[in-house]
Nanobody, 115 residues
């Protein structure tokens, strides 16, 4: 059974930082592109960033220069370092794994940016 378990969400003030982590189990981790998506309140799901097994990354324009995605294939873990957070970054953030044949989602973790 595949599981993606996120951690690291919470409440932070504007300008602050958070680090999200996602631990995957039940899959061949290095065969998957790992990513983070978010759903802001009342808005559609959007890709935040993703990373290939080889380390190639892709970011949404809205987070470039502020967020950094990384992965540790030996620990089946993907991280999202979020700096200079803004109120508009408030959302449920979900970990995502995709390969040619399958896609999996984590349960999501809430990030709230507010003073």
């Amino acid at each position: 059974q595949v599981q993606l378990v996120e951690s690291g969400g919470g409440l932070v003030q504007p300008g602050g930082s958070l680090r999200l982590s996602c631990v995957a189990s039940g899959l061949f981790f290095d065969r998957y592109i790992m990513g983070w998506y978010r759903r802001p309140p009342g808005k559609q799901l959007e890709l935040v960033a993703d990373i290939t097994s080889g380390g190639s990354t892709n970011y949404a324009d809205s987070v470039k220069g502020r967020f950094a995605i990384s992965r540790d294939n030996a620990k089946n873990t993907v991280h999202l370092q979020m700096n200079s957070l803004k109120p508009e970054d408030t959302a449920v953030y979900s970990c995502h794994a995709r390969s040619v044949l399958s896609t999996f989602w984590g349960q999501g973790t809430q990030v709230t940016v507010s003073s």
